[in-house]
């Protein structure tokens, strides 16, 4: 059976690194940033997978800038890497996939461009696209959002998630604007209600802020995965606590060994 | 020389950046002679059975992959598809053949809620042999990344060096002599993947 996944999602605009409370953004760093201060070599040793999303507030985005600096960013890192972020066309599907991404996530497009969506489906595999649905929830009703959460689509929770389904996704990932980057915890009762709808992994993200949250999260037995951006609480050694206290709490994540007896 | 077969399916430069990360040359190739003049055939692979055998073929690659595994006796190791493409044939698609190196066929997961298909993520590799040189100094149950939809089942167990649950047993790895299989991608596997790719390379 597979395990359960931890993944941190890098969020990137043109050369830096962003942290995001509510979509909106702030800069934090750029990539020598990332790996004096982050050591991004040793985060991506505590991490299942990692995401690298384009958050360019732009309505065309520079996607072979954002694949020359992803191909350097994922250079020394060996685990599955998902990245999007304002694809319109095979050719970025292309550029991205070419710099090194093992999967594209893809938002805007699920309602704007469905021909694209099953296009890329079908020539890379449904194993190869993440659907990104972005929601909010106020008042105990949910609204769908795209680009980057500024323009609001015009169908219900339950009819997006069908329609990433029926466009092919292998998986979804699901954030709530509502709680970004607020370190209140996720929506769980939210991503709960997408597991009743679908039968497609889901990627629980928005508003993880320590490790007690993440456990609440991964424990629920429908759900596969959990994200966090948080570049802050979750600095060097975080993560990999992170991953002791899942453990402890008797969720098995996958383990590897140290990266020193690698080498003979 | 160490090389990677470009056949036009797979995520080359992953293997090549884990190669780069051990230390060890290598290169990217999609011609006879150089396959033949290799010391390490890396063969990777994502996508589906048929149109990569067909690509193999288009390119003349069948031929020199065969001298150079049987003949020459160089060390392969398949991933993922790759190691799907060293089988007799495959279900997938019009029943075309592989490349026959490893007796057995290639079949499909059947549908199952619990256990998802594609299977897609990380998960435990238990040994059948203990004393395989492609896992040495790795624990038995480790974990590795896998995202696929068929499995090998080869015709002799004799081949079979490690199995996977997925609400059946599953072959995860293989090797005949110098050949090797394996069913997960080693260069997504983290330290546990990167291990291994160096056992291969260092294997006499």
């Given at each position: 059976?597979?395990?359960?996944?931890?993944?941190?999602?890098?969020?990137?605009?043109?050369?830096?690194?962003?942290?995001?409370?509510?979509?909106?953004?702030?800069?934090?760093?750029?990539?020598?940033?990332?790996k004096e201060y982050y050591d991004f070599n040793s985060i991506t040793n505590s991490i299942d997978e990692l995401v690298?999303?384009?958050?360019?507030?732009?309505?065309?985005?520079?996607?072979?800038?954002?694949?020359?600096?992803?191909?350097?960013?994922?250079?020394?890192?060996?685990?599955?890497?998902?990245?999007?972020?304002?694809?319109?066309?095979?050719?970025?599907?292309?550029?991205?996939?070419?710099?090194?991404?093992?999967?594209?996530?893809?938002?805007?497009?699920?309602?704007?461009?469905?021909?694209?969506?099953?296009?890329?489906?079908?020539?890379?595999?449904?194993?190869?696209?993440?659907?990104?649905?972005?929601?909010?929830?106020?008042?105990?009703?949910?609204?769908?959002?795209?680009?980057?959460?500024?323009?609001?689509?015009?169908?219900?929770?339950?009819?997006?998630?069908?329609?990433?389904?029926?466009?092919?996704a292998g998986e979804i990932y699901l954030t709530s604007m509502t709680k970004d980057g607020t370190g209140q915890g996720?929506?769980?009762?939210?991503?709960?209600?997408?597991?009743?709808?679908?039968?497609?992994?889901?990627?629980?993200?928005?508003?993880?802020?320590?490790?007690?949250?993440?456990?609440?999260?991964?424990?629920?037995?429908?759900?596969?995965?959990?994200?966090?951006?948080?570049?802050?609480?979750?600095?060097?050694?975080?993560?990999?606590?992170?991953?002791?206290?899942?453990?402890?709490?008797?969720?098995?994540?996958?383990?590897?060994?140290?990266?020193?007896?690698?080498?003979? | 020389?160490?090389?990677?077969?470009?056949?036009?399916?797979?995520?080359?430069?992953?293997?090549?950046?884990?190669?780069?990360?051990?230390?060890?040359?290598?290169?990217?190739?999609?011609?006879?002679?150089?396959?033949?003049?290799?010391?390490?055939?890396?063969?990777?692979?994502?996508?589906?059975?048929?149109?990569?055998?067909?690509?193999?073929?288009?390119?003349?690659?069948?031929?020199?992959?065969?001298?150079?595994?049987?003949?020459?006796?160089?060390?392969?190791?398949?991933?993922?598809?790759?190691?799907?493409?060293?089988?007799?044939?495959?279900?997938?698609?019009?029943?075309?053949?592989?490349?026959?190196?490893?007796?057995?066929?290639?079949?499909?997961?059947?549908?199952?809620?619990?256990?998802?298909?594609?299977?897609?993520?990380?998960?435990?590799?238990?040994?059948?042999?203990?004393?395989?040189?492609?896992?040495?100094?790795?624990?038995?149950?480790?974990?590795?990344?896998?995202?696929?939809?068929?499995?090998?089942?080869?015709?002799?167990?004799?081949?079979?060096?490690?199995?996977?649950?997925?609400?059946?047993?599953?072959?995860?790895?293989?090797?005949?002599?110098?050949?090797?299989?394996?069913?997960?991608?080693?260069?997504?596997?983290?330290?546990?993947?990167?291990?291994?790719?160096?056992?291969?390379?260092?294997?006499?």
């Open positions: 059976m597979v395990k359960k996944r931890l993944i941190f999602t890098l969020l990137y605009d043109l050369d830096n690194f962003m942290l995001s409370r509510n979509f909106r953004l702030q800069k934090v760093g750029d990539l020598s940033w990332l690298v999303l384009n958050v360019e507030r732009n309505k065309d985005k520079n996607i072979l800038k954002f694949s020359e600096n992803l191909s350097v960013l994922v250079e020394n890192c060996f685990i599955p890497v998902a990245a999007g972020g304002g694809i319109k066309s095979m050719d970025d599907a292309y550029n991205i996939l070419n710099a090194g991404a093992d999967k594209l996530i893809l938002n805007t497009a699920l309602y704007r461009q469905k021909n694209l969506v099953r296009e890329i489906v079908k020539t890379f595999g449904s194993q190869c696209l993440v659907a990104s649905i972005d929601f909010k929830n106020e008042n105990k009703e949910k609204k769908i959002f795209s680009e980057n959460g500024a323009f609001e689509e015009p169908l219900s929770f339950k009819e997006a998630i069908i329609n990433a389904e029926e466009l092919g996720i929506d769980v009762d939210s991503v709960f209600e997408a597991t009743t709808i679908t039968n497609l992994p889901i990627i629980a993200s928005g508003g993880i802020g320590n490790f007690k949250q993440i456990f609440e999260v991964i424990r629920v037995n429908e759900i596969d995965a959990i994200s966090t951006a948080n570049l802050f609480n979750f600095m060097s050694d975080a993560l990999s606590d992170a991953r002791l206290f899942v453990e402890e709490n008797g969720i098995s994540l996958a383990k590897w060994q140290d990266v020193k007896l690698v080498k003979n | 020389m160490v090389s990677i077969i470009d056949y036009g399916m797979g995520n080359l430069k992953s293997v090549r950046n884990a190669l780069n990360y051990l230390g060890y040359e290598s290169r990217i190739i999609d011609n006879p002679v150089d396959i033949l003049n290799s010391s390490r055939l890396i063969l990777p692979g994502v996508g589906a059975f048929d149109k990569a055998m067909i690509n193999l073929n288009n390119k003349n690659l069948i031929e020199p992959l065969n001298k150079a595994v049987l003949s020459l006796g160089i060390p392969i190791l398949g991933i993922c598809l790759g190691m799907q493409l060293l089988a007799s044939q495959s279900e997938e698609g019009d029943k075309i053949d592989g490349l026959a190196l490893i007796p057995g066929k290639v079949k499909k997961f059947k549908q199952d809620k619990k256990y998802k298909i594609p299977l897609m993520g990380f998960n435990e590799v238990n040994f059948i042999k203990n004393d395989n040189k492609l896992f040495e100094g790795i624990e038995n149950h480790s974990d590795y990344y896998f995202v696929h939809s068929y499995h090998f089942e080869p015709e002799n167990n004799a081949d079979i060096i490690a199995k996977t649950f997925h609400g059946i047993e599953f072959v995860s790895s293989v090797n005949k002599d110098n050949i090797f299989g394996t069913q997960f991608h080693p260069e997504k596997s983290q330290s546990n993947g990167l291990k291994l790719i160096n056992n291969f390379i260092r294997i006499k």
